[in-house]
């Protein structure tokens, strides 16, 4: 079993449906992140998160860290927010990350 | 600002054969990161490094090697090339310690024929 899984896999929805990805990890961590990657390859960090929700425009991020869960939202999804969306977990001294495999969003105009 | 180049974009290479990824950022970071990427799995870190002249293995070290001679430039060096090293390459850097804080480069596709 992966230390880190994300569901779905795969989602594909219309815009303006609201989204919800979700996270679960089975280890002790220091904080989670959440990260996108665009069709192009490009990477780029969303939220950093240890405790409670964090809000950046249409992005939610939440984390319980009792139930060791977290999830991505988006509100009023748009194409533009077609991506593979990546949890990762921090942990240990080095603080080295494990990563989820990914969720790939589609959002059909 | 550039952020984080990575050089090449794409490559092909024979079984045995070497080469050296280049990955350039300009924001004076002292972490940096080497990751694989491959279809169904999550990034995986293959070495990493605190500051200039310092390196560390990551949790895929095998097969390659790394140098950071200068700040701003961390190479990934593969000395024999081999089938399952066919990937798509990342670098990173990052102010701090936190790797999902860091800013990434556009990859490169690595193709060992």
């Known amino acids: 079993k992966n230390e880190v899984e994300q569901s779905p896999q795969n989602l594909t929805a219309q815009e303006g449906e609201f989204i919800t990805i979700n996270c679960s990890y089975s280890?002790?961590?220091?904080?989670l992140h959440w990260l996108q990657q665009h069709p192009g390859g490009g990477i780029v960090s969303l939220f950093m998160?240890?405790?409670?929700?964090k809000k950046h425009g249409r992005l939610i991020a939440t984390i319980n860290i009792q139930e060791k869960h977290s999830s991505l939202h988006i509100t009023a999804s748009h194409p533009r927010d077609s991506a593979v969306y990546i949890c990762?977990?921090?942990?240990?001294?080095?603080?080295?990350?494990?990563w989820g495999a990914g969720t790939k969003l589609i959002i059909k105009p | 600002n550039a952020g984080v180049t990575q050089t090449p974009k794409f490559r092909v290479l024979k079984t045995g054969q070497s080469m050296t990824l280049l990955c350039a950022q300009d924001?004076?970071?002292?972490?940096m990161y080497w990751y694989r990427q491959d279809p169904g799995m999550g990034l995986r870190l293959i070495h990493y490094?605190?500051?200039?002249?310092?390196?560390a293995k990551g949790e895929v070290p095998d097969g390659y090697n790394v140098s950071r001679l200068k700040k701003q430039n961390f190479l990934l060096g593969l000395e024999s090339a081999a089938p399952s090293q066919t990937s798509v390459y990342f670098c990173?850097?990052?102010?701090?310690?936190?790797?999902?804080?860091?800013?990434f480069g556009q990859g490169t596709r690595l193709t060992v024929v």
């Open positions: 990762a977990v921090g942990r240990g001294s080095n603080y080295q990350l494990i």
């Open positions: 280890v002790g961590i220091s904080a």
């Open positions: 998160l240890s405790s409670g929700k």
């Open positions: 924001m004076n970071h002292e972490y």
């Open positions: 990173a850097s990052s102010y701090t310690r936190f790797q999902g804080e860091a800013f």
């Open positions: 490094s605190v500051g200039e002249g310092t390196t």
